[in-house]
């Protein structure tokens, strides 16, 4: 499984970055993706997600200001991010997982390395 993370940046706030995912070894159509985010100090966070069948979830932090996406075709995951903020500043990892009728939730077992997004002031 391998998933490469790109289009990080540093932008000033306000601004807007596109983020992509592209993703191989495994049959991407078939799992929720995902995007957590870690700032220095902080735990990670689940900023956004997608089922297989195109559902989406946000954290309340970047709800309304950003969107994920997928294209099965292109193996790719996108996540648009606009109105950037400062606090919005965090190395974005992309995430690949299934639903775990364990636990009840979806777990992301495989990560890609992270891209890093900065946000000035």
């Known amino acids: 499984v391998q998933l490469q993370a790109s289009g990080g940046g540093l932008v000033q706030a306000g601004g807007s970055l596109r983020l992509s995912c592209l993703a191989s070894?495994?049959?991407?159509?078939?799992?929720?993706m995902g995007w957590y985010r870690q700032a220095p100090g902080d735990e990670r966070e689940l900023a956004a997600s997608i089922t297989r069948g195109g559902t989406t979830n946000y954290s309340d932090s970047v709800k309304g200001r950003f969107t994920i996406s997928r294209d099965d075709a292109k193996n790719t995951l996108y996540l648009q991010m606009n109105s950037l903020k400062p606090e919005d500043t965090a190395v974005y990892y992309c995430?690949?997982?299934?639903?775990?009728?364990?636990?009840?939730?979806?777990?992301?077992?495989?990560w890609g390395r992270g891209t890093l997004v900065t946000v000035s002031s």
């Open positions: 070894g495994f049959t991407f159509y078939s799992y929720a």
């Open positions: 995430v690949a997982g299934r639903y775990s009728r364990e636990y009840l939730s979806y777990e992301y077992p495989y």
